[in-house]
């Protein structure tokens, strides 16, 4: 089996996900603008008190719907500009479910259990860095393999 064929079968529980930024609904953009940055996470995900998972909060919806011409945008609850109802990957489905799941430009996915309850968040920066630390000859072309030399000047 190829090794993009192996990674694509890796069922997500498998990976080494760092925890999820977590926040309730009526927490201040500021907060979790904060707690996004300290975790180095391009995402928060919204929970209710008792961690039902309500949404995500992605650093697109920082950009695309926060309005930065208002002084008080960080005093914005979360739940005002979160996509909610996202999409989410169940942990026993496989990197290559997440990525199918994730085309179109999601760029960060929540992984629950089989109650829904939320146990981690996969990214695309996770997925390449799997690829690239289980198989750094196939993902990782240094010194360049002859057969991969890009030759024009656009690659072609």
Known sequence: MRALD???????????????????AGTVLGE??????????????????????????????????VRHDDPRWRECPVAEVMTADPVVATADGTIGDALRSMAGGRRHMPVVDTTGRVLALV?????????????????????????????????G
């Not at 997925?127 to 690659?155: C, M, S, T, V």
């Open 123 to 155: 990214s695309i920066r996770e997925i390449l860095q799997h690829f690239a630390e289980r198989f750094p000859k196939e993902f990782l072309n240094l010194p360049p393999d002859a057969r991969h030399e890009a030759y024009g000047a656009w690659g």
């Open 6 to 24: 192996v990674i694509a079968l890796t069922r997500l529980v498998e990976m080494d996900l760092p925890p999820p930024v977590r926040v309730t």
């Open 32 to 65: 979790v603008v904060q707690a996004m940055r300290q975790a180095r996470s391009g995402a928060a995900l919204v929970e209710t008190g008792d961690g039902r998972l309500i949404g995500i909060f992605t650093e697109n919806d920082l950009m695309m719907r």
